[in-house]
């Protein structure tokens, strides 16, 4: 994915049934993982929402298509958000 057109986003349809477009802001692969890195587009009440920051989402092959899901644990998902912290901060130290 690149930046060379603009943002790219996704809709993504959560557990409630309810659709959060996602703009992508970059990938890393952890332990053999591949994880994406999203911000929501959408800032509908985002001072009540403690979680309107960075989404975490791991990529997973189901039926030769890839598909996007949520972290199983609470150290997955921190492993996967220090990656993106280190690639965020290495970009921003080098745009400076």
């Given at each position: 994915?690149?930046?060379?057109?603009?943002?790219?986003?996704?809709?993504?349809?959560?557990?409630?049934?309810?659709?959060?477009?996602?703009?992508?802001?970059?990938?890393?692969?952890?332990?053999?993982?591949?994880?994406?890195?999203?911000?929501?587009?959408?800032?509908?009440?985002?001072?009540?929402?403690?979680?309107?920051?960075?989404?975490?989402?791991?990529?997973?092959?189901?039926n030769g298509?890839?598909?996007?899901?949520?972290?199983?644990?609470?150290?997955?998902?921190?492993?996967?958000?220090?990656?993106?912290?280190?690639?965020?901060f290495d970009?921003?130290?080098?745009?400076?």
């Amino acid at each position: 994915m690149s930046d060379e057109f603009g943002p790219t986003f996704v809709t993504v349809t959560g557990e409630d049934g309810q659709e959060l477009v996602l703009e992508y802001v970059a990938s890393a692969e952890v332990n053999g993982q591949e994880y994406r890195a999203f911000f929501p587009t959408e800032e509908e009440d985002s001072e009540d929402e403690p979680d309107s920051g960075l989404i975490i989402l791991k990529i997973i092959e189901e039926n030769g298509e890839e598909l996007l899901s949520t972290c199983d644990s609470d150290e997955e998902l921190n492993a996967a958000y220090d990656a993106f912290m280190e690639i965020l901060f290495d970009d921003s130290e080098e745009n400076s």
